[in-house]
């Protein structure tokens, strides 16, 4: 290989290696928003309308980390507020949280099916859920779907 050809080589390897980090922070900023999207949702459920000093409670940050990422998910369309009155998640925003909590499920189900005890899978499922690509759900539900008792497996 000459010098030209291992510069070459070089550059296209770091270049491989900006774009994984690149992904790797792209994902953070996504894991992030649907972290918030999903604990709306849930507070919607039990409340009718969300606070932003709740979502800082149970998140565990600060009352202006909270009015920020708030007002990105305003910002992103996935929700809104009203005056003196709480958070509530669009359309957009309601579909986003039942995507994420369709994703958390199915990386539960893998995770459990290959043995690893349901409270563990939960926790580790938090993490894995945002960083999962589509085609790997795909792959890990046509695992299941083999594995569904009554297939003769």
């Known amino acids: ?13 770091e270049t491989a290696f900006e774009k994984r980090h690149r ?3 792209a994902q ?3 894991a992030l928003t649907e972290d918030y999207v999903e604990l709306i949702s849930d507070l919607m459920a039990l409340h009718g309308e969300v606070r932003v000093t709740e ?11 909270a009015v920020k990422s ?3 998910l305003k910002r ?17 925003g309601g579909a986003l949280a039942d995507r994420v909590r369709a994703r958390h499920q199915l990386v ?9 005890a349901r409270e563990d899978a939960e926790g580790d499922a938090e993490g894995i859920e945002h960083h999962v690509s589509d085609r790997t759900l795909a792959a890990f539900e046509r695992f ?3 594995r569904k008792p009554g297939r003769g497996d």
């Open 1 to 13: 290989m000459t010098e030209r050809e291992a510069e070459a080589a070089e550059a296209a390897e």
């Open 23 to 25: 992904l790797a922070r």
């Open 28 to 30: 953070r900023s996504t």
């Open 55 to 65: 979502i800082a409670r149970r998140l565990g940050v600060s009352h202006p980390t």
């Open 70 to 72: 708030v007002a990105r």
């Open 76 to 92: 992103d369309g996935y929700v809104t507020s009203r005056p003196y009155r709480g958070i509530f998640l669009t359309e957009e």
């Open 108 to 116: 539960v189900q893998l995770l459990v099916e290959v043995g690893v």
């Open 144 to 146: 299941l779907a083999r």
